[in-house]
T-cell receptor
Framework: AQKVTQAQTEISVVEKEDVTLDCVYE???????LFWYKQPPSGELVFLIR??????QNEISGRYSWNFQKSTSSFNFTITASQVVDSAVYFC????????????FGEGTQLTVNP | DAGVIQSPRHEVTEMGQEVTLRCKPI?????LFWYRQTMMRGLELLIY????????DSGMPEDRFSAKMPNASFSTLKIQPSEPRDSAVYFC??????????????FGEGSRLTVL
């Protein structure tokens, strides 16, 4: 069975601090996809990134970066120089190749960035 | 382009009443998902459709819940009769299936349901 764990329920930082959101996953499949979604106060979830299990290269997009380590079954998300607009709930998710776009979400991490 | 459109945004009803939530997916998308979000259980997949056909409804909690997708541009999630434990935010999401877009779901703003 697949499972995603986000142990950090809430994180509070001051603007311009760097912050890392942790994600640990479980799956028996060798082919799978990992995702991060953002849920701002307006409510709708917004797709941020997808990685497949064969691509462990870290990725950077502006102030966002993702660290995928199969050895520890982790897919962590770092926001550099956080801003108030980054305040949101962030979800990590997993999809096994056999289940296509069927995502299993973690519990979410509420990030609050204070001015 | 319009995103996923859900209605109503908010619904307050009394226990035992029928509730119908509606969703219009993004044009051209071939997958449609219904998720439920609660504090206790997080985001749960209830059911999803591919080309209007239900593929997996194993997440539908009880027979009180039913979902339909009569055409590519409309889906409903119905709860009859509703109970207080059904109170949640219900999200509809759609996606386009090419392998390069797997898991890239587009979510609506959700329908917040309160059952008194």
């Amino acid at each position: 069975a697949q499972k995603v764990t986000q142990a950090q329920t809430e994180i509070s930082v001051v603007e311009k601090e760097d912050v890392t959101l942790d994600c640990v996953y479980e799956t028996r499949d060798t082919t799978y996809y990992l995702f991060w979604y953002k849920q701002p106060p307006s409510g709708e979830l917004v797709f941020l990134i997808r990685r497949n299990s064969f691509d462990e290269q870290n990725e950077i997009s502006g102030r966002y970066s993702w660290n995928f380590q199969k050895s520890t079954s982790s897919f962590n998300f770092t926001i550099t120089a956080s801003q108030v607009v980054d305040s949101a709930v962030y979800f990590c998710a997993l999809s096994e190749a056999t289940s296509g776009s069927r995502l299993t979400f973690g519990e979410g991490t509420q990030l609050t960035v204070n001015p | 382009d319009a995103g996923v459109i859900q209605s109503p945004r908010h619904e307050v009803t009394e226990m035992g009443q029928e509730v119908t939530l509606r969703c219009k997916p993004i044009s051209g998308h071939d997958y449609l998902f219904w998720y439920r979000q609660t504090m206790m259980r997080g985001l749960e997949l209830l059911i999803y459709f591919n080309n209007n056909v239900p593929i997996d409804d194993s997440g539908m909690p009880e027979d009180r819940f039913s979902a339909k997708m009569p055409n590519a541009s409309f889906s409903t999630l119905k709860i009859q009769p509703s109970e207080p434990r059904d109170s949640a935010v219900y999200f509809c999401a759609s996606s386009f299936s090419p392998s390069g877009r797997i898991g890239e779901l587009f979510f609506g703003e959700g329908s917040r349901l309160t059952v008194l």
